[in-house]
């Protein structure tokens, strides 16, 4: 009985009796189940808050990736979505798609197993989550065994736990009467709630969830239709949003987006933008995925939000290159779902064009994930007092010389590694994922050490000791013991991957790779001149000259000579002039691959003899187009160009 007044309650917003008799039936309930143990389950109502605290949460493997969705922030990007959908399918009339407001909340998997909830995880990277199932049991919205029905026998789902703003509101009212720390806004109250090491503090916090749709299923069949999908769930008892519907062709999906635009400030939730899902699941299927988004699917992105702000200062920050970097520092302001204080300036032009002084009243912009940025100044409420900002002579942080060079936007601190920023920032990206990825190497440790002068290059990080680390601020053994092993995992590179990691000037993962297949190891690349180095394709003079000045300076090259007697190592990349299937052909990536990483793939091309360039011409051979391909994929066409997808380009490596 308890169930089917939660369900009535939750999942069809249709109370069938009064909250006191609730209350009396689930006090009837646990007495029962006290005076009888064997007839506790745990799926029973009384359980949702019954385990202990957990000393950190497992991790979990999701069986299906859990992935992020691509934004559309004007009518233009969503016609363009429409438009890929149809041509994919190869049809020219209206797509029906299911759409749902975006929710700002934390993304989470619900697994149930004959009916039985068993386990929930966090998204994390998308692979791999948080063990959270204590944590969503205490949520009453989420049902604990299914309603009897045609269920599958194993059926994970997909939803967005939340705190409705009624709760929100309520429940920072009474913490700041106690003293305690309010939070800045429902997502980050409804994430911090949910990562409590201890289920009965979640179980405190008014949270919410809604499924919007189905990871996996097994034992079972689910209709053809996302749409009805969603009233199958509903009909299991899990809660899905009531302003979810199909919708008619585009046009229908624009309609919608207008009308819960209208609605959001009444909405009992917040939310950032809308979802609009191909209906068809066949379709979904055929559509596929990118690496990290599905093709049938869009967040139409609500604009910017905006606010008033006054500058308190002008900073200059220093970045890995040396470039100074023009930041402004705000009077605090609570704008697009956060409270933003800081607000970057770009470079000196874009300073001086805007005429940004401490002391104005600006506009402060921030769209979703995206740096706050200054949009604009009113003149009119300019003191006398403000004075225009001018670039430093000198470095803010070593004092050495700022210089800037002709026709370039970046003014550059002269210090190199005497200068503490850089220091920093080179070995933030030494570390970084797509560098060298120390996991576990933060940005916070970073400053640690070279605060404490432990680290003055990247090369000292293979010399560091366990116990050492160990002494950092919060810092255990445990701890220490992990990075140290990340530390020398990372000592097992990729050629591409270690020049990139070195931080050349105007050297990218592109670039780093064209220099790798060309050159084939490390000494023929520091040997160079700049005119050998512009024979690589699609590098310049000035990149040519960028890499020989970095390999041609006593420092970067003692450095280099460190780095390789702590035994960093990559597999031969020598090139192959003969026997390889590519031999001789020059392939050009563009677009997003679902199956493999840019780099794998453009590892699997040289394996087999093959040159990867960053340009199409009339010398390529081939262009592997993954999905979003652009302007490279058009000019393949216009030169007449073979185009392979990503299907193709997989039957092609298998040959």
Request: proline share 6%; glycine share 8%.
């Amino acid at each position: 009985m308890l169930e089917r007044y939660n369900y009535r309650y939750h999942a069809l917003d249709d109370p069938e009796v009064p909250d006191a008799e609730y209350d009396r039936l689930m006090l009837e309930l646990r007495a029962l189940e006290t005076q009888h143990p064997q007839l506790l389950t745990a799926d029973s109502p009384t359980q949702r808050v019954g385990a202990a605290p957990v000393a950190e949460f497992g991790e979990v493997r999701h069986r299906v990736a859990m992935l992020s969705l691509d934004n559309a922030f004007g009518e233009a990007e969503v016609r363009d979505f429409d438009r890929r959908v149809r041509e994919r399918a190869a049809t020219a009339a209206p797509i029906r798609y299911s759409a749902e407001p975006k929710l700002d909340g934390l993304a989470i998997s619900a697994l149930y197993e004959d009916g039985i909830f068993v386990r929930g995880a966090t998204r994390g990277d998308g692979e791999t989550g948080e063990d959270i199932t204590q944590n969503l049991r205490t949520i009453p919205a989420l049902p604990l065994r299914l309603r009897a029905g045609a269920a599958p026998q194993v059926l994970e789902v997909r939803g967005e736990v939340f705190m409705p703003l009624a709760g929100f509101e309520r429940f920072n009212s009474q913490a700041a009467a106690r003293g305690d720390k309010i939070f800045v806004n429902p997502r980050n109250a409804a994430a911090g709630s949910l990562r409590q090491l201890d289920p009965r503090i979640t179980a405190s916090r008014p949270l919410d969830i809604f499924i919007y749709g189905v990871g996996f299923v097994e034992g079972g069949d689910l209709p053809a239709h996302h749409g009805q999908i969603l009233q199958s769930l509903r009909h299991w008892g899990l809660k899905i949003c009531p302003q979810s519907r199909v919708v008619e062709s585009i046009e229908g999906c624009l309609e919608y987006y207008r009308e819960m635009g209208a609605m959001r400030a009444r909405l009992p939730y917040q939310i950032d933008g809308v979802v609009y899902k191909v209906d068809d699941v066949e379709l979904q299927r055929q559509l596929g995925f990118v690496s990290r988004a599905p093709r049938w699917a869009v967040a139409h992105k609500f604009p910017a939000e905006e606010a008033l702000t006054t500058v308190r200062d002008i900073e200059f920050q220093v970045g890995r290159t040396g470039a100074l970097t023009p930041v402004a520092r705000l009077e605090p302001v609570f704008v697009g779902g956060v409270t933003v204080s800081n607000a970057t300036l770009h470079n000196i032009d874009e300073l001086t064009r805007k005429d940004v002084r401490v002391g104005d009243t600006v506009v402060i912009r921030r769209a979703g994930d995206v740096i706050p940025e200054v949009v604009r100044v009113l003149p009119e409420r300019r003191t006398l007092s403000a004075l225009p900002v001018v670039l430093p002579s000198v470095c803010p942080v070593c004092g050495s010389p700022v210089v800037r060079e002709a026709d370039q936007a970046a003014a550059r601190c002269t210090g190199g590694r005497s200068c503490a920023a850089q220091r920093k920032e080179e070995i933030k990206h030494f570390a970084s994922r797509r560098a060298l990825d120390v996991q576990g190497l933060g940005d916070k440790l970073v400053e640690q050490l070279v605060d404490l002068d432990w680290v003055r290059t990247p090369a000292d990080l293979f010399g560091l000791k366990a116990p050492q680390l160990a002494t950092l601020e919060r810092m255990g053994d445990k701890s220490a013991q992990k990075l140290h092993s990340a530390i020398d995992a990372a000592k097992r590179t990729s050629l591409p991957r270690f020049l990139y990691a070195l931080g050349i000037r105007d050297v990218g993962e592109a670039t780093a790779a064209a220099l790798a297949q060309h050159f084939g190891g490390i000494a023929a690349l520091r040997r160079a001149t700049p005119e050998q180095i512009q024979r690589v394709p699609d590098v310049g003079p000035v990149v040519a000259e960028h890499v020989a000045a970095y390999f041609s300076d006593p420092d970067n090259a003692a450095m280099v000579d460190r780095l390789l007697a702590s035994a960093v190592t990559w597999p031969d990349m020598t090139p192959k002039t003969a026997g390889g299937e590519f031999a001789g052909k020059t392939f050009v990536l563009t677009g997003s691959l679902q199956s493999l990483t840019r780099e794998a793939a453009q590892e699997a091309i040289l394996a087999r003899g093959g040159k990867v360039s960053g340009s199409v011409s009339k010398k390529t051979h081939c262009v592997i187009a993954g999905a979003d391909a652009g302007s490279k994929l058009k000019k393949a066409q216009d030169l007449g160009i073979a185009v392979l997808d990503e299907p193709g380009f997989l039957k092609l490596l298998e040959k």
